[in-house]
């Protein structure tokens, strides 16, 4: 049942390219996105103008990512909260704003309770789940349903690539209601997604590499993480990993906030990890971040390097190097996060520990 692995999470991380391509199957007919279900009219979408994304955790995480996308897609103002925080602060919502709620479970205590009091204020609610007749998707007006099945490991893994995965395809079903995208333009940017899970098996082929640089690390106290703009998420979601399964201290920072503050961390050895965006997308970007990798190697830094293949420039400042293949930015995240999964585990398993039931963590956190 584990597919030969010791753990389910180790099958669960395999099972990535799966995951994102059954996320996209009936997603798409007629040239259109099509939602699993939808009790809103076509004029209630394309009446939204404010998006609130709310999540717990690495929902939360891939949650930022959908900012990026709608975005850029839409021209709608998104925010992204924390579930648990997004409810108490008595956000501004009327019946023209989506609160997309993203819950594997379907069942967690504060993104329910973020998504009661979004339709208490009349807004829309369209739910991104793992699990079939969940509260959350029971309650919502509109469901997407990310198809990777059950997920066993406590620690999210395929859920979170096909969380990320159905964002897209909520920012792109926004931009097709709201008319701001031909029909032609969803259709190549669904024929890019559908070309994902191949890389994403790519990425898979270089799980030894990983854990190979996963076992020189596995004692150390801190590993930081450095992304900016879709790689800052991805940041995030690495530094979480390492915590809840390795007990480790890690942190994940924005590459622009680190002369703000976390460079001061820096000294002799300390792993960071750097998440580099493609440099075939803003020129700028990638720049600003080569320059932040020169800083901290020079400080002494062991640079830990996720680069697309052939990006020759990062080459001087990575102490170890992680290709991943390339892709548009909006998509880097499915294939660079899956190195920092395989980094995680593995660091836990070097030390000793039991990487599906991390100890005080449950599946679902059904209490607030
Ligand atoms: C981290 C992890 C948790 C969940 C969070 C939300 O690996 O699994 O942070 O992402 O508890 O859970 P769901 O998505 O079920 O609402």
Known sequence: EKGGHDYFMLKEIEEQPAGVADTLIGHFANGRIVLDEQRLHDQELREVDKVFVVACGSSYHAGLLAK???????????????ASEFRYRDPVLDRSTLVVAISQSGETADTLEAVRHAKEQKARVLAICNTNGAQIPREADAVLYTRTGPEIGVASTKAF??????????GL?????????????????????????KLVAQVLESAERVREIAREFAHV????????????????????????????????????ELKHGPIALIEDGLPVFVIMPSPKGRAVLHSKLLSN????????????VIAE??????????????????????YQPLLSTVPLQIFAAEVAQARGYDVDKPRNLAKSVTVE
């Open 293 to 304: 990798i020169r800083e901290i190697q020079a400080r002494g830094a062991r640079t830990i």
């Open 173 to 197: 079903a926004l931009a097709q209601a709201r008319g701001v995208k031909y029909p032609d333009e969803v259709a190549r940017e669904f024929a890019e997604l559908e070309s994902m899970p």
């Open 161 to 170: 690539l096909a969380q990320i995965t159905a964002n897209y395809l909520v």
């Open 221 to 256: 106290p801190t590993v930081l993480f450095l992304g900016r703009h879709v790689g800052y998420p991805v940041a995030l979601e690495g530094a979480l990993k390492l915590k809840e399964l390795a007990y480790m201290h890690a942190e994940g920072f924005a590459a622009g």
């Open 68 to 82: 990026y996308a709608i975005e850029h897609w839409t021209r709608l103002p998104v925010e992204v909260e924390l």
């Open 309 to 330: 293949e052939g990006d020759d420039t990062v080459r001087p400042f990575a102490d170890y190097l992680i290709e991943i293949p390339s892709a548009p930015t909006l």
